[in-house]
């Protein structure tokens, strides 16, 4: 699949990004001579932050490649996205060269912010083609991207555009019908006018409100949103409670939603200067990855939570690793160690030492457990039945670094898995090399007396199938050995 990118600023690169690293080729117009350079150092922080959401292995990373033309750019692509600035004169040029050259099946997105589409359609030969497709920075980690395109429009469009963007990890919002700035951003309007009013007034720095934010209402917005927020706070009683506790208030004069402060040199020299005095010890390139940094850590926390954006990511695993033609639990070929890990090392598995932290290693070895659990039968349904495996014994061993960007893999032996036990031994590889081995002895139990237990039939069959397949295999290097023991 081909996505051609017009325009390769901030946000055109981040959509570059997301593109490319889920397998598609990206072609990329932008006049600016600077663009390969913008756009390189765009990529390698998405190298850096977006595989690391994944617990699965990503698609092969497309090509990407740079035209000259819009013509040469837009040709034979499925998905066209424009990311030029904001001026309606320059989109309407834009979508006039797009359309004279694109197949007329092709979706063509844009970036705008505030643009309705029938402002982008005007003058446009096809008008259903174009739809808003506004993204939020950094396009290849946040999810949400706002879907709007206009009543006429056909649903198997729309649809079509969705699943393009679910498939490239995304939340499709579908905003039924149009408005200047769609959703999100008409809320960020709100909060940036109160906020330009602090700082105009004296009541508060930059700093001080970006603190009133991240330490206060947006962890809670992070994971549950504005309305399930309010609806905790009403108690036992609920949203209704929230309402008539706090409704009266809207009348008070908290806030000047429809008065702007004067946006003069005076008001821009504050802001600005404020802004230096609190973030200027650092580089753009150096608060994008603390951002991603921070931003990977509380997604894959919320992941592990299953929770908002975090569930997002574990469905999107699942559709990659079926994308990657995982075996089925009654079809892995069993006559070698099972593959049961293979992902890359995300930001915060690091360590003060720069590379992956111990525990992590753990984790992972953990990960592999379950996945050779799931390919034995002993899955979801099978736990919820009242079946389980607990480990009461690991042993593990650190032979190399992994770092930041490795894509680990780990292959699984059966030593032992008659009746209630099973004995397994991962091998960790960055690469070719070797990096640790983790050695587990779990025994299987009954959910409900918490005690130990034998399988049930399918789980026990698959285990002597795969000791049976295995049997011939050398006994794993440093399987057994105590601690301290080295080569």
């Known amino acids: 699949m081909i996505a051609a990118i017009i325009g390769g600023g901030v946000i055109g690169g981040g959509w570059a990004a997301r593109f490319l690293l889920h397998g598609w080729d990206v072609r990329v117009f932008d006049p600016d001579p600077e663009a390969q350079r913008k756009i390189g150092e765009v990529l390698d922080n998405a190298r850096r932050s977006l595989p690391g959401l994944a617990d699965v292995p990503m698609p092969a990373e497309g090509t990407l490649s740079y035209h000259d033309t819009i013509e040469e750019t837009v040709t034979g692509a499925a998905w066209i996205q424009e990311s030029v600035p904001e001026r309606l004169d320059i989109k309407h040029q834009v979508f006039a060269s797009v359309q004279a050259a694109c197949d007329p099946a092709a979706v063509i997105g844009s970036s705008t912010s505030g643009f309705k589409p029938s402002e982008l359609r005007q003058g446009a030969v096809r008008d259903g083609q174009i739809i808003v497709a506004h993204p939020f920075n950094p396009v290849y980690l946040l999810p949400l991207v706002e879907l709007v395109g206009g009543p006429a429009d056909d649903a198997a469009l729309a649809e079509r555009a969705s699943e393009t963007m679910r498939g490239i990890g995304m939340y499709p919002l579908h905003i039924r019908r149009e408005i200047e700035a769609h959703i999100a951003d008409r809320l960020l309007e709100v909060v940036w006018r109160e906020a330009l009013w602090l700082v105009k007034d004296g009541i508060a720095t930059t700093e001080e409100i970006d603190n009133a934010i991240r330490y206060g209402f947006g962890l809670r917005w992070a994971q549950m949103g504005l309305f399930e927020t309010y609806r905790i706070a009403g108690g036992e009683a609920g949203m209704k409670h929230f309402l008539a506790q706090f409704g009266p208030t809207l009348a008070l004069p908290w806030c000047k939603l429809t008065d702007v402060p004067e946006y003069d040199d005076d008001l821009v020299d504050l802001i600005a200067g404020q802004s230096d005095a609190q973030s200027g010890a650092w580089s753009i390139r150096e608060l994008e990855r603390i951002r991603d940094a921070n931003l990977v850590a509380m997604m894959r926390a919320l992941k592990q939570q299953d929770w908002g954006a975090g569930a997002l990511l574990k469905a999107h695993d699942l559709r990659l690793r079926d994308a990657g ?163």
């Open 325 to 487: 033609g995982a075996a089925p639990a009654d079809g892995i070929a069993a006559d070698g160690p099972v593959l049961t890990l293979s992902q890359t090392v995300p930001l915060d598995w690091l360590d003060y030492n720069g590379h992956m932290n111990e525990s992590r290693y753990l984790e992972a070895f953990a990960s592999a457990t379950d996945r050779f659990m799931e390919l034995i039968g002993c899955d979801a349904e099978y736990v919820a039945a009242g079946g389980s495996y607990f480990t009461v014994e690991s042993h593990l061993r650190h032979l190399d670094e992994a770092h930041v960007g490795d894509v680990i893999t780990v292959h699984t032996r059966l030593l032992a898995g008659e009746g209630r036990k099973m004995h397994l031994f991962h091998t960790m590889r960055a690469g070719e090399r070797e990096v640790a081995t983790g050695e587990h002895f779990l025994l299987h139990v009954n959910l409900e007396t918490r005690r130990p237990s034998d399988p049930g039939p399918q789980v026990a069959e698959a285990l002597a199938r795969i000791a049976a397949a295995q049997s011939g295999l050398p006994r794993p290097e440093g399987a057994g050995r105590a601690v301290g023991q080295r080569p």
